[in-house]
């Protein structure tokens, strides 16, 4: 990752100076072809706005951590940035009318277009320079071992960072074999002075920390539950979302659930044709689900096994149960679609933890820690668990998914939140639902 800040730190600036230029001389060429103006009057503007954002990414350390930063934080860095940068170019545009004659509509589309452009130039450079040197990130954990999945495992790989163990006696012999670049300490019990002393002088001298907490919220984007259930102050850090929060949710699941319904209609009217075709019965299937505070509530989806076969707890991607069309519309989560009049009821969100069977949730609350925790906020139709972890059939796969939902609702942005949409698009698209 530090390869990469360093090598892309140039390419980066340029992009930010030089797309918003370039995208205004793009617009004028292909709109105003007859354009009365001198090109100066546009190309300063745009000038000033990308010198702008170039600063202002610089100010948030964008371009020296941009690598590292998940989707998420990228979104952010990038729209906020553009956001000053455009406002800006809105006002000169309001000091200078009088000279000249600016085209609002030419604006609008310029400053609409120009973030998606940037963030698409940048994730194209990094994505091409991986495909020439993908870097390794090493870190080392101190004390006792993690024991992860074959998901983290993948999840791991896939994004080029290497594990290793060590206890205190070889932890100067591993940092020297091993070159960390994070070491995350995972120590239970109290550690000797001459321990601390040497950890400090590896802080001194630019080793970086983490807590297990930490590197499973950074690294692999979920929550830490802890073994022994002894961490009360775990219980403070997952809090329910802010009045501001709630705003943002209510607008978009208001919004976002009014334009699928008028989008997907038509496949309302296919799904009723081909369930009663191949399963003669009721073309819903209600089902009470846990809800926020804990609270019971109806649950409405296309029903997809035959009647009177919906009853297990868990369904095996090979059911027997499940139709032919039942089956394509788990796969491509369009059973979900009647869940929107949950949304408009309120009951539940777009996006969220999901909406879990009342007897399977009785079981979890007793037997996994902080479980009830996900109930803080409403379920969702989609949500990070169901975009990160595939379906589960069993206990700890249910405790897998809670770190999910609590990384969900711990860190809960308007770009986590279009993270999680396009990831569920991508599963939709590519019928890997269940």
Not at 197 to 222: A, C, H, P, V
Not at 238 to 254: G, H
Request: charge should be positive.
């Amino acid at each position: 990752m530090l390869f990469l800040n360093r090598t892309l730190l140039l390419p980066f600036a340029l992009i930010d100076l030089l797309t918003p230029l370039l995208v205004i001389w793009g617009l004028t060429v292909l709109f105003l072809p007859s354009l009365n103006e001198p090109f100066v009057a546009y190309g300063s503007i745009a000038g000033i706005a990308g010198l702008t954002i170039l600063i202002k990414v610089h100010l948030q350390k964008g371009y020296q951590r941009f690598t590292q930063m998940t989707l998420t934080q990228k979104l952010s860095v990038t729209f906020n940035s553009w956001f000053i940068s455009a406002m800006l170019a809105l006002l000169i545009i309001f000091l200078v009318q009088d000279t000249y004659d600016i085209s609002r509509s030419l604006f609008v589309a310029w400053a609409l277009v120009t973030p998606f452009i940037i963030l698409g130039l940048k994730l194209t450079a990094i994505h091409t320079l991986k495909a020439i040197k993908r870097p390794k990130t090493r870190i080392l954990f101190l004390g006792r071992h993690y024991q992860f999945n074959k998901h983290e495992r993948h999840y791991l790989r896939k994004h080029r960072v290497y594990i290793r163990f060590t206890n205190e006696a070889d932890l100067a012999q591993n940092i020297e074999d091993f070159a960390p670049e994070f070491i995350v300490l995972n120590l239970k019990n109290q550690v000797p002075s001459a321990l601390v002393q040497y950890l400090t002088r590896l802080e001194i001298n630019g080793m970086n920390f983490l807590s297990i907490n930490d590197f499973m919220e950074n690294f692999l984007r979920k929550c830490f539950i802890p073994a022994d259930h002894t961490n009360l102050n775990y219980l403070n850090d997952i809090r329910p979302f802010s009045r501001a929060q709630n705003t943002w949710k209510k607008i978009i699941d208001l919004g976002g659930s009014l334009a699928l319904l008028l989008l997907t209609w038509p496949v309302f009217l296919v799904a009723i044709i081909k369930i009663q075709s191949q399963s003669p019965g009721s073309v819903f299937f209600r089902q009470e689900r846990t809800g926020c505070g804990g609270r019971p509530f109806l649950v409405v989806k296309f029903r997809t096994m035959h009647p009177h076969d919906s009853v297990s707890h868990y369904t095996r991607p090979d059911d027997d149960r499940i139709f032919p069309f039942g089956m394509f519309m788990r796969k491509t989560r369009l059973d979900e679609l009647p869940q929107l009049w949950n949304i408009l009821k309120g009951d539940m969100h777009l996006i969220g933890p999901r909406a879990e069977w009342t007897l399977l949730v009785k079981d979890y609350e007793k037997n996994i820690a902080y479980y009830h925790e996900r109930h803080l906020i409403k379920p969702g139709i989609s949500g990070w668990a169901q975009v990160m972890y595939p379906y589960g059939q069993n206990s700890e796969d249910a405790r897998q998914k809670l770190m999910y939902d609590l990384y969900y609702i711990k860190n809960w942005s308007l770009w986590l939140e279009i993270e999680t949409a396009v990831k569920t698009l991508r599963i939709i698209f590519a019928q890997k639902g269940m």
